[in-house]
Nanobody, 120 residues
Framework: QVQLVESGGGLVQAGGSLRLSCVFS????????INWYRQAPGNERELVAA???????NYAYSVKGRFTISRDNAKNTVFLQMNSLKPEDTAVYYC??????????????WGQGTQVTVSS
């Protein structure tokens, strides 16, 4: 049973910082990438940041230079450090893991999300 548990969300003033964590557990054979998505009310879910199994990172243009994704392999944890937060960063943030099973099937697991609210 694969589980992803996000934490670290909350209410912060504009210009502040938050650090989100995603702890994952279970049988994950070959992880290709771990991603952070976000979804604001009325908007589609959008990719915020991604980190591959090789450690390469990618960011949405809107967060580049402000957010940093990192991974602690020993703790099965992915972090999203969010600095210089803006009101438009307000959303539910989701952790997502994608990979391939031992039988060659793609998998995709999501966490339950954590709310980030940035006040102006």
């Amino acid at each position: 049973q694969v589980q992803l548990v996000e934490s670290g969300g909350g209410l912060v003033q504009a210009g502040g910082s938050l650090r989100l964590s995603c702890v994952f557990s279970g049988s994950l054979f070959s992880i290709n990438a771990i991603n952070w998505y976000r979804q604001a009310p009325g908007n589609e879910r959008e990719l915020v940041a991604a980190i591959t199994s090789g450690g390469s990172t990618n960011y949405a243009y809107s967060v580049k230079g402000r957010f940093t994704i990192s991974r602690d392999n020993a703790k099965n944890t992915v972090f999203l450090q969010m600095n210089s937060l803006k009101p438009e960063d307000t959303a539910v943030y989701y952790c997502d893991i994608r990979g391939i099973t031992a039988w060659g099937q793609a998998y995709n697991y999501w966490g339950q999300g954590t709310q980030v609210t940035v006040s102006s």
